[in-house]
């Protein structure tokens, strides 16, 4: 049923993974000497107080579409309750993975400069509140299998 707060939290969750392309990974940090920002689309570098482009990461760039497309899709598998909740879950492990891929690609970017809390982007953190979202969502989805399943026994 599209009405349930599933639905909600796999909304959020693809909304939240959107914004990955909207918010940096990595800002103001300071490689060979000039200031860059690192996105899931690439490394901007701040030259003459405008942003250019310096690196592209088109397969990081490709694989945050997919991923972000997951919640999407699970959503409108409402009838296939199950399958939905296995979806959920196969899509957390995915997020693990990808968030891995994109910790080791902005450790890459960056070589010997330490990230510190000043430097971290928020989009860093979005992968861990979308798996949250994902979770919050698995489980309504087995509430409402269970409470489906209550209802056939009484008929």
């Known amino acids: 049923m599209l009405q349930r707060i599933q639905s909600i ?35 901007f570098q701040d030259t003459d107080g405008a942003q250019k482009y310096t690196e592209h990461f088109t397969a990081l760039t490709a694989v ?20 939905q909740i296995a979806l959920c879950y196969s899509a957390i492990l995915v997020l693990i993975g990808y968030s891995f891929w994109m910790a080791q690609t ?15 982007g928020i989009g860093l953190f979005l992968t861990s509140l979308s798996i949250v979202l994902l979770i919050l969502a698995a489980k309504s989805i087995q509430r409402d299998e269970k409470l489906i399943k209550s209802a056939d026994r009484l008929r």
């Open 9 to 43: 939290y796999l909304l959020f969750a693809s909304l939240v993974l959107f914004a990955l392309f909207f918010f940096p990974l990595a800002h103001n940090v300071y490689v060979a000497d000039k200031p860059v920002s690192i996105m899931v689309t690439g490394i």
């Open 106 to 120: 902005v450790k890459n970017a960056v070589g010997s400069v330490q990230l510190d809390s000043r430097t971290m």
């Open 64 to 83: 945050t579409a997919i991923v972000a497309l997951i919640p999407l899709v699970i959503i409108f598998l409402f009838k296939k309750r199950k399958q």
